[in-house]
């Protein structure tokens, strides 16, 4: 009898385990949506002379939710390009970033065609 409720309560923590990972999955998501959008529109903001095509920018969160070790690649490599935005993406700060994110490396795509 005991091992059946033993049984029972570690099926039971299992079931939670994986209810609240599936929560944060969704939490994760949530957040990386909406920092995708938040890029997005930092990235606009630069301007049609800066951003003349798809840009993929990576960085890494910080615990205050800013953006470190911001790497942009243009389709048209220009170095002047690129360092306007990142300068514009470092100025973002993210709000209630989920645990599991900060440190992580997110990559976005942006700008036309992106």
Do not use: W
Not at 11 to 34: E, H, K, Y
Not at 35 to 50: E, H, I, N, Y
Not at 74 to 93: H, K, N, P, W, Y
């Amino acid at each position: 009898m005991k091992k059946q409720v033993l049984g029972l309560l570690a099926a039971g923590l299992l079931l939670s385990a994986g209810a609240a990972q599936a929560g944060a999955d969704r939490g994760a998501r949530t957040f990386i949506d909406q920092a995708q959008a938040q890029v997005q529109a930092k990235v606009d903001g630069c301007g049609p002379d800066v951003v003349r095509g798809p840009v993929k920018i990576t960085a890494y969160v910080d615990p205050d939710g800013r953006l470190k070790n911001v790497h942009v690649d243009t389709t048209d490599g220009l170095r002047r390009s690129e360092a306007t935005i990142a300068e514009a993406v470092r100025q973002i700060r993210f709000t209630d970033v989920p645990v599991g994110l900060i440190d992580a490396k997110l990559t976005f795509y942006v700008g036309h065609g992106g």
